[in-house]
Each structure stands twice: as C-alpha cells, then as structure tokens.
C-alpha cells in the first residue's frame, strides 16, 4: 500500500466525517464531494481509469450540484442549520448500519479477497465498452428506459404544477403580456 | 533538421529528466511539463486579453490600448502588476474557507485539462488511454467552483451570476460532451492522442483525414465550438457576468489575485476547449495537407488554436448576449437533437466510407436536421412590435 | 435560415475591423493629452477673480463685498476683508478682499457667484486639468491662485469679456467727464468764493466719486 493510498483514504474517510459532522448543510455537501473525489482518486490508483474519471464527471459534475441545489431551493440560503430531531436517530442508524453490514457482509464473502500481489490484467475502454454492449445490453437499456421515465415524471410533475395555478408567481412571457395589454 | 526541431522540447524534456532515478522520472517529467503549460498559457492568456481589447476597439472603430509598451501590448504586464498589488478584500458574513477556495476549486482543473491535450507529436503531458473522459471529468468539476464563489460571497448577485451559470454549464454539458461522440466512435479510442494521429493524412493521400472535413464532421464542430463558447461564459452566452444586471455575476466579492484567478481561469478554460476542438475535429498538430507536412508540429497545433481564439474574439466582438429563454430553447430544442441526429449519421458514415457514397448519405441528413430544426427554433415566432406593461410607449 | 444572421454580424465587425486600420477617419478617439478638442465658449469649470493690468493685488476687481460669499449654496468662499482701501479702476477707494478662498473640492460650478458679483470680479475658468495629490492644500484656491489677468478671460469667454470692458470703458469716461464736470463746478464756485479756495479744491473728489460709484452697481 503506497503513501497515495494512505492519503486518499484519508481524505475520503475525512471528507465523510465532516459531512456527516458539520452544521452548515452546503457545508456537507462540499464534504460530500471530497469524498466523491477521494473515492475517484482510489478508483485511479487502481487502475480503473474509466469508472475512476466517470466517477468524477457523474458525482462531483452533476450529483453534487444536484446535492446544492436541492439544499439551495428547499431550505433557503438564510436557515443554515440543521434543527435537531433527536427522534430520527435511531431509525437512521438502524438504516445505515444495515446497509453497512449488508455491504460489509458480501465483500467478506467474496472469495478471492485474500491480498494478491499481482493484480489480474485490467480490461480496457475498448473491452468495457464491448461488454457492455453485448452481454450486458439489456441491463443497460432497462437502466437507460428508468432513467428516462424518471425525467419525463419529474417534467410531468412540474408541468401539472404550472398549470394548476396559472396566476402564480412563475414568469410572464413576452406573448402573455402583449396580449394582456391588447 | 525538420524533425529536430519537431521534437525539441521533447528532447529538452527527455534530456531534463534522464538522470534522475527511474521511479520519479514520470512524476518529475509531468511536474515539468505542467510548469511549461502554466507559462506557455499564462503568457498566452496575457497576450490574449491585450489582443481582444485592441481587436474589438478596432471593430467599434476606436484604438484599443495603445499606451503600456510597443502599441499597448505590455498593457497586460500593467494590469497584472495592478490586479496583484490591489487588497483582497473578503466579505465579512462571507464564508471565509469557501471563499478562499472556489478560486483554487476552479483553477486546478482547468489547468489539469490542458495535461491531455496533444500539443505535438509525442508532445501529451498524460497520454491516457481515457484522456477525453478526463478532461470532460476535469471540466465538469469547475461548475462545483462556481457554485462555491456564488454561494460563499452571500450575496444576491453572486448568487444569481452562479445559479446562471450551473445552469448554462449543465445544458451546454450535453451537447459539448455528444458531439464528441461521433468522434470516437469513428476512431474507437477515447486517447486524444490516438484520435489526432487517425486524422493524417493516410500515405499516398494529399489531404488530412480531418473530421471537419466530413458531414457529420463539420456540424459537430460547430456543436462544439457553439457549447465551448457557453461553457467559458463568453459572449453571447456572457449571462452569469451579465454587466447590466448582476455586475460580475459570481466573482462579484472577489478582487486582487483571487479576481485575476477567476479572470485567468475563464480564459484557460477557452483556450483548453478550442485545444480540445483542435484536437478532436481540426487534426491536432497534423498538417492539413501532406505536403505541409515538414512544419514542426507544435506549431500547427498553436497555429490553429490561434485561429480558433481569434473566432472567438471575433464573435465576442459581434454578437449581443442572449437571454435565459433563448438559451435554454437553443441548448434544449436545438443544439441537443441535433447532437443526437450527428451520432447514428456517423456510424452511417463509418459504413459508408469516405467516398461519395458516404456524401451523398450523410449530407442531406446533417443539412436537413440543421434546417428543420433552425426553422423549429426561430421560424415559428412571429416578431412584432413589443408592447410594456408599466412603461409607457 | 438559423445562424444568417451570425454570419452577416461578424461580416459587419470584420469590415469595420479591416476598415479601421485602412481609413484612420473611422477612428473617433481623441487621444487626449495629446491631442484635444478646442473647449466651448460657454464651457464652465471653477471660478476665478479677474485683475486688471499686470499686478494682481493692484488690480484685482473684486472688492470684497462678500455677496457671492453669501450667495454660494455650498458656502466653499470664504472673503476677509481688508483693513484699509485700495481705489478701484474709477479711483473710488475700495476694501480689497485680504483672503479669498474657494475650496474647488466643495464647488459645485453652479456660476451663481458669478451672476451676484455686481463688479465683474469673478467669472468661470476653463481650466479643468486641476487633479493633485495633495486633496486639502491643492484643492483649496487662495487669492493668489485664483487671481488671473483680464486677457485669460478675453481668451476664455471673448464675446463676454468684450462686452464687460466696453461696459467698464464706457463707466470709466462717465466718471471722468463728471469728475471733470463737478471739478469745474468747483473751481467756479472756488473762484466765485475766493477766500475758502483751498478748503473747497482739498473736497473735490468726494462729491465726484459718490456718483461714479452708483453707476458702477447699476
Ligand atoms: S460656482 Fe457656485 S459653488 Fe462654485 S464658488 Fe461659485 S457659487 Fe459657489
Ligand atoms: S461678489 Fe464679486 S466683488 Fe463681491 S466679494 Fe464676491 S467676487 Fe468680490
């Protein structure tokens, strides 16, 4: 294990404390995305090039700007803390210890975990992405399909808010205006 | 003669690195040559802003700077000398930690893009075999940056500049990262370096294999070239700057070095995505045509960034800046499908070949979607005298 | 078609760009310490006193009535008035204003010290170059430094400055020829009562200079 992996995982596991630690929710965010980094940094210091560099341009170019706008939109800028509801600890932790223990649980059951010395031949870009498009082309198109009913609900969603109060606050086009004066 | 010269500054960095031990030599010789990419750039950043100001003065018919050094062109040295002299000054209910690092946040990757552009032949800072994914992933990380200065300055137009901006940068995000597709499908290899070397000039051939020279080619240039403009937020997509509303738009609460920091990246962040374009679509350092071909390099690849700087200038020089509807429509309803319609036309040119055959296919289709959905775009709507609510007429 | 009119844009930005370099006159800038545009007559900047002649605490017109030091709506004159009298261009004995400030920093060029000034003493400069680095000392004009001769304002404001000296040509003769007039009243009085001839001459100016001094206000 070299000193790089040391100081990834140092920062990934930082970066995952202060979001779970801070107090300002953007804050969080920002730790959040020092981990996403941090975790990319381990995928590339592996060798996967690939999924490392999707990593970053899935989570810290989109998830994460996802993460603050949300905080941004919801809560308003001016409420900075977080208000205690000591009550949902315990589901919470119920909830992520499972989770962990589920994860932890079957990479223990992976077989081959003992410590290799020489890692196996990494499969290229080329490789993945024949893979992908042969054994696993239906995988792919059932998560291409979700993912696109996703976007077409929440576009369905905003649009029958929009209609159910026209007079609402949302902004006044050029056309609406002309023909109001008209 | 030619080839040396084609090759000095690989030899320069070959003959700096040789005599250390073999275990840094990568480490040492990647430091060097982002040392060199920072200066080479930085110079080039400087001379850019001196260029663009004399530029568009010219095209409004006035002089430009004309007073620091030979015809004004030491005016950059002026102004670096001033911006770095100036006080730093830091909001106070500004979030000072955030505040101190959305310009580093924002800096670090735009220079890391410049690592995998080939400047010349065996001239790639990082040869990966996934460079392009790198320097999308690179890019995509400066939008966090933004947010970070926007939100941190806790101020209304920082803010407003910063939401502009996200949002401009993850519409655009689509058809700059798309219209790249069709390139690699064509070549089959995400390595930029790769992708310059399968558009020479095949033996015996007299022109380059560019694909600016294909259907498909040309139009996902532009693509391209359309989204680099947005994604360095320079005119006509300037909005998250828009003077006239926000003043500076996300770096409103910065100044001294940390203003020049945004101002540097912005530019960095131009000239990266025009290398990228020179890189995908205009042959990287390859000569356009075979005979050409003793030119070093290098200097083909800085001879066509500069044309594309100069374009850009050109159209900063030109255009009025849109307005948020405007933008969204042209990325959603425009730029996109079109992107989506350039993908099967390449792998249709792939079949096809290059002869006529390919021509006479893909053109038609590449042309018919440009005209169908420009027409979609602006055709519709009718253009007739505004009328103002509460201002009188 | 999309993107027409891009094309015409950058064609039109390319010909002013060509043709700026071909055709200096398309350029409009004024490089200004250099070259500069000829000011307007009725350009007005900050004001200044007028002496006549060649000494400025000889011929200085204003008499330290103090009216455009009252009428100033940012109060930046301040006027002492001197001890003694100084006679004016019609030999009438004046007050002479001993401290004449006005702090330019205040001024607003609102020229309403101009207007009130009944003796043509303070007119407005052209002279805007004033920048300095001192903002206390070097923006506030003394006496000394506001005092400029008579041909500056015939060069600044000639149709103004030809009218006001045809004006105070005209004043100066009147008082003179009454001078004369009052001074032969005088002598035939003189000579009509002999004995008080020498009290009589010692008086004469008195009863001359009163009207002078009237037309000199209206
Ligand atoms: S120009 Fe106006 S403000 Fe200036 S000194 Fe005269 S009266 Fe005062
Ligand atoms: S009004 Fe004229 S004469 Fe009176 S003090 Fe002012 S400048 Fe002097």
Redesign the interface.
Known sequence: MSPIFYFLAMLTLGGAVAAMSLRNPVHCALSLVVTFVGLAGVYLGLGAHFLGLSQVLVYVGAVAILLVFVLLLTRGSGKDEFDERPDRWWPALGVGGGLGGVLIAVVLAQPGLALRTAPPELPTVRALGESLMTDFVLPLQVVGVLLTAALIGAAVLALSDRRRTPQDSGPVTSREEGETRR | MAATLDQLFVQLLHGMTAPLPEAIRPWVALAISLGAILAVFGLCFGITTVCERKAIARMQNRLGPNRVGPYGFLQFAADGIKTLTKEDIVPRTADQVVHFLAPLALLVPVVLTFLVLPFGRNMTAMDLEVGLLFFFAAGASTELAVFMAGWSSRNKYSLLGAMRAIAQMLSYELPFILSTIGVVMITGALSTTKIVEAQAAAPGEWLARWHVFTPWGLAAFLLFLIAAFAESNRSPFDLPEGESEIVAGYFIEYSGFKFALFFMAEYLGMFSSSGMAVTLFLGGWTAPFAFLDWVPSWMWFFGKLGVLIALFIWVRGTTPRLRMDQLMDFAWKFMLPLALIILPTAAIWHYAGRGWLGWLVTAPIVVGAYVLLGRSLVGRRRIRQRSYRYAAT | ???IG?IK??A???R??V???LDPD????V?YPEERLPVKENFRQFPFLVFDGEKADIGLRCVACQICEKECPPQCIYIEKSKDKKPDHLGKPQFYPAVFDIDISVCMSCQICVEVCPFDAIKMDQQFELSTADRFRGLLLTRDRLAKPNSHFQAIHPRDAAEIDMRRVDERAKAEAKAKADAEAKAKQATAAAPGATKAVASTPKPAAAPANEGAIS
């Open positions: 078609m999309l993107g891009l844009g950058l039109e930005t390319g002013n760009f043709g700026s370099y398309r350029l409009v800038t490089e």
